[in-house]
């Protein structure tokens, strides 16, 4: 038995760069989360609250990507939800812009 191919952070499987990389981007997703409600409490303008949504949505997700077995390779899952928050933004995005017509 080889004992690389059963530990927890097989180089081949989970690259820690990788790993390490995606950890980063989703706290950062979190941040700027934080800092778009924080624009929204101050004007309440919706765009900030989709981009706050779209912001936390993708930093859990790829949060949440750290506990697959491959978290370069996603789900259908993850994917779906990914898309419904860009649709989120591109609709907050559209009724902003119709509101003003």
Same mark, same amino acid.
């Given at each position: 038995?080889?004992?690389? &191919?059963?530990?927890?952070?097989?180089?081949?499987?989970?690259?820690?760069? =990788?790993?390490?990389?995606?950890? #980063?981007?989703?706290?950062?997703?979190?941040?700027?989360?934080? #800092? #778009? !409600?924080?624009?929204?409490? =101050? &004007?309440?303008?919706?765009? #900030?609250?989709?981009?706050?949504?779209?912001?936390?949505?993708?930093?859990?997700? =790829?949060?949440?990507?750290?506990?697959?077995?491959?978290?370069?390779?996603? &789900?259908? &899952? !993850?994917?779906?939800?990914?898309?419904?928050?860009?649709? !989120?933004? !591109?609709?907050?995005?559209?009724?902003?812009?119709?509101?003003?017509?």
């Amino acid at each position: 038995m080889n004992v690389l &191919t059963h530990s927890v952070l097989n180089p081949i499987q989970h690259p820690v760069l =990788d790993i390490f990389l995606l950890g #980063f981007i989703g706290s950062c997703s979190l941040c700027a989360a934080i #800092f #778009f !409600l924080r624009f929204w409490r =101050d &004007t309440r303008d919706r765009l #900030f609250l989709a981009f706050a949504a779209f912001f936390a949505i993708q930093g859990m997700l =790829d949060i949440f990507a750290l506990e697959l077995g491959h978290p370069n390779e996603g &789900t259908v &899952t !993850l994917f779906v939800l990914r898309l419904l928050s860009v649709l !989120l933004v !591109l609709g907050a995005i559209l009724r902003k812009n119709m509101g003003k017509g």
